[in-house]
């Protein structure tokens, strides 16, 4: 089986712009047009948390993993533009958003800093809205090799945990999901944001990975049902209800099977070199929309004054022109010099 799958890089890149439509652009034309569903972009980002348990297992699974060296290369990974997104947010917010840097400013870049915002009510989003999910990857970094040995160790604990904190998850969101709006932040931000709401998805993203590796699966099933698993996933965030949500992944099943399906049948559209690059340089996409946007839009609200639809579709040249040069000029360089170290994988 193949670790590296082109094909499910490439639906990175569609997760991505989807986030940022949904940031950015939902309320426009062409959007409206299926506005149900890219208003819930942001459902996208649990599909990343399902993608990242999903990729992480079929890559490390079977090789001894230095704990330290596997969490430098995953510092690796997302520290540099993560960084580079912070900093460019600040410059943005005290230039152009009247951002004062004061106490609370500092902790929000402190926090924001340690990856720990989306631990702290009222946090989450302060600056860089987005990055609220990398602190949640991050602890899924920090548990993903005990994850691993559970797995291979005793898949049923491994599935009943899953399961646990799966329902937990789902019961509690939904249990105060319709009253958001006039609870706390300390409910609301906890129910939304805080990490350990989330981990199910990861975990069911390693189930996928598992059965990719391990099982012995009826290929010629998941080759063809990539496509209607495809559909059925707009179908569910097209008319979802209105007291529903999957903010803390109650279709991350549904999403796990289509990655198993997608990474089986690994359809040679997705295999395109212009796709396959552009989810390369998705997780620039992702980090970097805010600085990006929020520059624009200052910009455009001062001096430009271009209208709503052409600054969006500008806005995304702009993006990926900067996530094309984050990757090149700041990720790759230091994904090369951590790999030319020896690691013990």
Same mark, same amino acid.
Not at 151 to 159: A, D, E, I
């Given at each position: 089986m193949?670790? @590296?799958?082109?094909?499910?890089?490439?639906?990175?890149?569609?997760?991505? =712009? $989807?986030?940022? =439509? %949904? %940031?950015?652009?939902?309320? &426009?034309?062409?959007?409206?047009?299926?506005?149900?569903?890219?208003?819930?972009?942001? /459902?996208?980002? *649990? +599909?990343?948390?399902? #993608?990242?348990?999903?990729?992480?297992? =079929?890559?490390?699974?079977?090789?001894?993993?230095? +704990?330290?060296?596997?969490?430098?290369?995953?510092?690796?990974?997302?520290?540099?533009?993560?960084?580079?997104?912070?900093?460019? $947010? =600040?410059?943005?917010? /005290?230039?152009? &958003?009247?951002?004062? &840097? !004061?106490?609370?400013?500092?902790?929000? /870049?402190? #926090? *924001?800093? #340690?990856?720990? @915002?989306?631990?702290?009510?009222?946090?989450?989003?302060?600056l860089n809205s987005p990055a609220w999910s990398i602190s949640v990857e991050m602890l899924f970094y920090m548990l993903?090799?005990?994850?691993?040995? #559970?797995?291979?160790?005793?898949?049923?604990?491994?599935?009943a945990i899953t399961a646990v904190l799966f329902v937990l998850a789902q019961y509690f969101h939904l249990k105060y999901y319709e009253q958001r709006w006039s609870l706390p932040?300390? /409910?609301?931000?906890?129910?939304?944001? !805080?990490?350990?709401?989330?981990?199910? @998805?990861?975990?069911?993203? $390693?189930?996928?990975?598992? &059965?990719y590796l391990k099982a012995s699966l009826s290929k010629w099933f998941f080759k063809g049902s990539s496509s209607v698993l495809f559909i059925l996933i707009l179908l569910l965030i097209a008319y979802r209800p209105d007291s529903i949500s999957y903010q803390v992944g109650l279709i991350a099943p549904v999403f796990m099977l289509f990655i198993l399906s997608t990474a089986i049948a690994d359809p040679k559209i997705l295999n395109a070199r212009q796709l396959v690059f552009l989810g390369e340089i998705s997780y620039g996409i992702y980090i970097l929309q805010f600085p990006v946007f929020k520059l624009l839009l200052a910009l455009n609200t001062t001096y430009m004054h271009i209208p709503a639809g052409w600054l969006f579709f500008m806005g995304l040249v702009v993006l990926l022109l900067a996530a094309t040069l984050s990757y090149y000029l700041l990720e790759q360089p230091l994904r090369k010099m951590m790999s030319a170290t020896k690691y013990r994988f």
């Open positions: 193949k670790t @590296q799958i082109n094909a499910l890089t490439a639906t990175r890149a569609f997760a991505a =712009i $989807m986030v940022v =439509i %949904h %940031h950015f652009g939902s309320e &426009l034309y062409p959007f409206t047009l299926s506005k149900n569903i890219f208003h819930a972009g942001n /459902i996208a980002v *649990s +599909y990343f948390f399902v #993608l990242s348990g999903f990729v992480l297992f =079929i890559a490390y699974n079977g090789k001894g993993i230095s +704990y330290a060296d596997y969490f430098k290369r995953r510092i690796a990974r997302i520290a540099p533009a993560y960084y580079l997104s912070l900093i460019l $947010m =600040i410059f943005v917010s /005290i230039g152009f &958003l009247k951002y004062s &840097l !004061n106490a609370t400013a500092v902790k929000e /870049i402190g #926090l *924001s800093a #340690l990856f720990l @915002q989306g631990y702290v009510p009222s946090f989450p989003l302060v993903f090799p005990a994850f691993l040995l #559970l797995l291979n160790r005793n898949k049923g604990v491994f599935v932040d300390s /409910i609301v931000d906890t129910v939304f944001f !805080n990490p350990v709401m989330h981990i199910s @998805q990861f975990m069911i993203g $390693m189930l996928g990975g598992w &059965l």
